[in-house]
């Protein structure tokens, strides 16, 4: 913990700059902002609408409130002192920070039990090291990301746990929480419960930590729903814990509750006992709910092919960049060796079970790397124990007296390597698969259309409706007093699908589209990433003809302010 206030301290001052400026970079972190004060300003705890954007019926955001409390706590806290506007930059910087509390003890405890009891600051070092995975804590990215990679750390340290009691709970309760806070974790979460009654099937004494385990996990997840379910989220959907999946883990904890009180001694029958039981569980859930049974988000087939499964991390990561997809997997892999050799080297130790649900766990994560790379900061996390494991090999050799500055210089290169920082190394030295300068150009662009200075100007114009597009709806509504049409969430596709159509098709249908949402202003960023969308699938279409320079008789141009990245245009 003296650890984590030192890094805290460290990262607030290192990027104090960038929480002044409120640098939410991404989407997600401005829609978490702008529900966080939608609840400070007495909007319903079960009413997650934001009624800025697609006004006046508003957009439903599929998320829970649980991530909303610690924000909503610091403002609370800092706004009598240093009032509104800076409570919530603050807030917003130090939010991030407390998961990663949990993380590092998570991360203490786990290797600890498994590589030695001072190992423990190697996990620190090897997380600082991260770079997809530590970003997920950085000051402004305060969606949900932290919280749940924290419970996966928790999970961790849950299956590792010699006492078979805490370590059940620690599983079920990280669980529940994730589960309450959204799916993302899902697949890890049944993984977890995979081992957990793996382990019972090998080893009878693990009774304990199954029914633990399932009853904090069907515990945890109704109390989770019935505390944090939005009204949105009390129908059958398959995207957030609704019914749906609430009703599939209640059934999943029952019976394996019942498969450790039945507890039959024979390692044959308890497998097949969980073999059907795992069929129940599933035959249940294609039964009762066969919508879920394809994408979870249940999106038109337009709309997945059009924006959906153009959506970067849900590609697979084999698809990214090299200079990208490189760095990202060199770890998750160094992890995975690591903990397949400690698992062979504790082949006849205590730590053989808790070194196995690692190397179960690490294999699991690379392995989702090849679905989406979203995986990515999960495969990270999950990756340290087994390179710290590589790392604590060299221990007595570097702990000898002699020859101590070639051991530590030793001690670094051994640390770059294991901790695969040595892939960014050479990226940057010898600029492997260097983005162009078109690339360099947009990503200049998006950026410069996010800041304050840029959309400060917009608030001398009457709040009125702003039709802009799909990813600048939420850092519009979220810096200035203006409402937006929409933003990149899937439960308000038609939405996205008609700034889609007005910025591809004819001029006359976009001013159709325009008028139906009421908007009065048109907004737009050229050369921002998602206009280079329009231009190259629409040649000829709407934008295509303004970013060309094209006038039309129902727009007229408005004066923002001098170097504007903007455009805007009063709609008539």
């Known amino acids: 913990m003296l650890a984590w206030a030192a890094i805290a301290i460290w990262y ?104 030695h009891p001072l190992a423990w600051p190697l996990g620190i070092a090897l997380f600082l090291a991260t770079n997809v995975a530590l970003g997920m804590f950085m000051p402004d990215r305060i969606d949900h990301h932290g919280w749940q990679l924290a419970m996966l750390a928790v999970t961790v340290a849950g299956l590792c746990d010699t006492n078979r009691a805490r370590g059940g709970a620690l599983v079920g309760v990280a669980t529940a929480v994730s589960l309450t806070i959204g799916l993302e974790m899902l697949p890890y979460a049944a993984m977890a419960g995979a081992i957990i009654t793996l382990a019972w099937i090998w080893d009878q004494a693990e009774k304990q ?44 904890g029952g019976l394996l509750l019942a498969l450790s009180i039945v507890g039959p001694r024979r390692p044959v029958v308890r497998l097949l006992l969980a073999l059907a039981a795992g069929a129940a569980v599933a035959a249940f859930f294609a039964l009762a709910f066969p919508q879920c049974l394809g994408r979870p988000e249940q999106v038109s087939d337009e709309l997945y092919a059009s924006w959906l499964s153009q959506v970067r991390e849900a590609k697979p990561i084999y698809r990214h960049p090299l200079r990208i997809a490189l760095p990202i997997v060199t770890l998750p892999l160094i992890g995975l060796l690591g903990a397949v050799l400690a698992t062979w080297r504790a082949r006849r130790q205590p730590s053989l079970r808790g070194w196995a649900c690692v190397a179960l766990f690490g294999g699991f994560a690379a392995l989702m790397l090849l679905w989406q790379a979203r995986a990515g900061p999960a495969a990270q996390l999950l990756a340290i124990p087994g390179a710290a494991a590589l790392a604590w090999l060299a221990v007595p050799w570097l702990a000898a007296p002699r020859f101590w500055w070639a051991k530590a210089a030793a001690a670094a290169a051994l640390f770059v390597i294991v901790s ?24 200049k662009a998006t950026g410069r259309c996010l800041t304050i200075p840029a959309m400060r100007p917009l608030d001398r114009y009457p709040a009125q409706t702003v039709f802009t597009f799909v990813d600048l709806g939420p850092r519009l509504v979220t810096l200035t007093h203006h409402r937006a049409i929409a933003g990149p969430y899937h439960r308000n596709g038609d939405a996205i699908l008609d700034v889609h159509h007005a910025f591809m098709r004819s001029p006359a249908e976009a001013r159709a589209i325009m008028k139906r949402h009421g908007a009065t202003m048109l907004l737009v960023c050229p050369d921002m990433a998602e206009s280079t969308n329009y231009r190259a699938k629409a040649r000829g279409g709407f934008y295509d003809r303004l970013a060309k320079g094209e006038a039309f008789d129902w727009l007229t141009p408005l004066p923002i302010s001098k170097g504007s990245p903007f455009r805007a245009f009063r709609i008539d």
């Open 12 to 115: 607030v001052w290192q990027r104090w700059a960038a929480i002044q400026w409120l640098s939410l970079g991404d989407t997600d972190d401005n829609m978490r902002l702008m529900q966080v004060r939608a609840l400070l300003d007495g909007q319903g705890w079960f009413d997650l609408r934001n009624y800025r954007l697609n006004p006046p019926g508003g957009f439903d955001i599929h998320w829970s409130r649980l991530v909303d409390l610690p924000i909503a706590g610091l403002i609370l806290l800092l706004r009598p002192l240093v009032g509104v506007a800076e409570a919530e930059r603050l807030a917003c910087g130090i939010a991030p920070l407390l998961p990663m509390a949990i993380v590092l003890a998570a991360l203490g405890a786990t290797l600890r039990r498994l590589v």
């Open 209 to 252: 930590r199954l029914a633990i385990y399932a009853l904090t996990l069907a515990g945890g997840t109704a109390a989770g729903f019935a505390a944090f379910t939005s009204f949105a989220n009390r129908v059958y959907r398959c995207d957030a814990l609704t019914p749906v999946y609430a009703s599939t883990v209640l059934l999943a």
């Open 420 to 443: 695969g920082s040595f892939t960014q190394i050479i990226i940057d030295r010898f600029k492997v698969d260097r983005p162009s300068a078109y690339v360099r150009r947009v990503n």
